[in-house]
């Protein structure tokens, strides 16, 4: 028995270092224009937001933190070369999950959300896929919300259906502690995230 024990023992640990998910190195984090670092992207038409290259971390109390100076040096990456495979990388995360599709009143869908525990939604706004996902539902252009690092939003782009939630958004960028953006970003497959709208007013 108790070489079979071992056995099982070696063959659980293998697993498990199998299905160990690696922590992601290239992230492309939204977050507030105060935050900025200087390795930060100003999207376009951005007032309020960039886009600030982050890593997963196992000791920072959120889960993730920019990358200093030193550590992006040691990438050997330009920050245009970071951010098209922080895109890749975000594809790749997009794949492996499920939106929830929101109805409004009249039955229809009226926004889809993906959220969680894990503070990498707001990464997903610069996956190259995610317009085309939502094309069939939404359109070929989709309005983006990130209030905070827990969910990203999708609308269709009409402005009377986002209307409804700019409270919500709202209250949710200026009560958390680690909001990601103010501003709604319009997406279109084959095009860069653009800002078309704010739901808070000047910082």
């Not at 245009?80 to 009249?106: H, I, N, S």
Request: net charge negative; charged share 25%.
């Amino acid at each position: 028995m108790r070489p079979l024990f071992c056995l099982l023992l070696l063959a659980a640990n293998a697993l498990h270092a199998q299905t160990e998910r690696k922590l992601e190195t290239l992230l492309l984090m939204p977050e507030p224009k105060a935050m900025r670092t200087v390795f930060s992207i100003v999207p376009a038409g951005a007032k309020q937001t960039v886009l600030t290259p982050y890593r997963e971390s196992a000791v920072s109390p959120s889960g993730i933190e920019p990358y200093s100076q030193a550590s992006f040096a040691k990438l050997g990456l330009s920050v245009e070369t970071f951010a098209e495979r922080a895109k890749t990388a975000a594809d790749k995360r997009l794949t492996q999950m499920q939106p929830e599709l929101k109805k409004g009143e009249d039955g229809k869908i009226a926004y889809a959300v993906y959220r969680g525990e894990s503070s990498l939604f707001p990464t997903l706004l610069i996956a190259p896929s995610l317009p085309k996902i939502f094309e069939e539902l939404f359109g070929k252009e989709i309005w983006v919300a990130m209030p905070d690092r827990h969910a990203l939003y999708i609308f269709p782009a009409r402005s009377d259906i986002l209307q409804e939630f700019t409270a919500d958004l709202a209250e949710r960028y200026t009560t958390d502690a680690f909001a990601a953006s103010c501003e709604v970003f319009s997406l279109k497959t084959g095009e860069e995230p653009k800002v078309v709208a704010s739901f808070a007013g000047e910082e």
